[in-house]
């Protein structure tokens, strides 16, 4: 059974400052791990969907790696603003059909 | 398209009685998926659908809880009755394969 997992819970880092966000995954024979930002209140936004033959996307100032042999992925924010702070979810699934499997997620504030 | 879309946004009910939250998936996808969210213990799957088939609902907590999907374009989940417990945002979501998308939420409050 697929477990997903997020380091650390909470961080707080200044403006401007280029940041990892961490997330593991038990089984290795996953078909998308996906990154998810949700603000207080609201829905999930799909940030980045990694398939399981790409090793990295990117979008603007975000990017994310995916690394299936350690069971890892990392999204890597640069420069990062306040209207970054939000709660950033990872998910992985293991057919294109099947459930994500969520991490708790990681909150993230940025201080100006 | 205007994305995934759940109905009622909000939702407050006394304990016992029916709880119906509905979903329409993003057109043209083929798996639908129901999710609900609590502080304690995140995002947790409750069924998802394939091609509007009930694939898996282990993660149904209990019989009072049920979904349908009687066709591509709408589904419901229902608690009957409801409990303080049930005290959650319920989040539907949908993919084609591929990214899945999700709604805005229902976030239920029983009293």
């Known amino acids: ?112 | 398209d205007a994305g995934v879309i759940q109905s009622p946004r909000h939702e407050v009910t006394e304990m016992g009685q029916e709880v119906t939250l509905r979903c329409k998936p993003i057109s043209g996808h083929n798996s639908l998926f129901w999710y609900r969210q609590t502080m304690m213990r995140g995002l947790e799957l409750l069924i998802y659908f394939n091609n509007n088939v009930p694939i898996d609902d282990s993660g149904m907590p209990e019989d009072r809880f049920s979904a349908k999907m009687p066709n591509a374009s709408f589904s419901t989940l229902k608690i009957q009755p409801s409990e303080p417990r049930d005290s959650a945002v319920y989040f539907c979501a949908s993919s084609s394969p591929g990214p899945a998308f999700f709604g805005p939420g229902t976030r239920l409050t029983v009293l």
Do not use: H, M
């Open chain 1, 1 to 112: 059974k697929q477990e997903v997992t997020q380091i650390p819970a909470a961080l707080s880092v200044p403006e401007g400052e280029n940041l990892v966000l961490n997330c593991s995954f038990t089984d290795s024979a996953i078909y998308n791990l996906q990154w998810f930002r949700q603000d207080p209140g609201k829905g999930l936004t799909s940030l980045l969907l990694i398939q399981s033959s790409q090793r990295e996307q990117t979008s603007g100032r975000l990017n994310a790696s995916l690394d299936k042999s350690s069971g890892r992925s990392t999204l890597y924010i640069a420069a990062s603003q306040p209207g970054d702070s939000a709660t950033y979810l990872c998910a992985a699934d293991n057919s294109g059909n099947t459930p994500l499997v969520f991490g708790k997620g990681t909150r993230l504030s940025v201080i100006a």
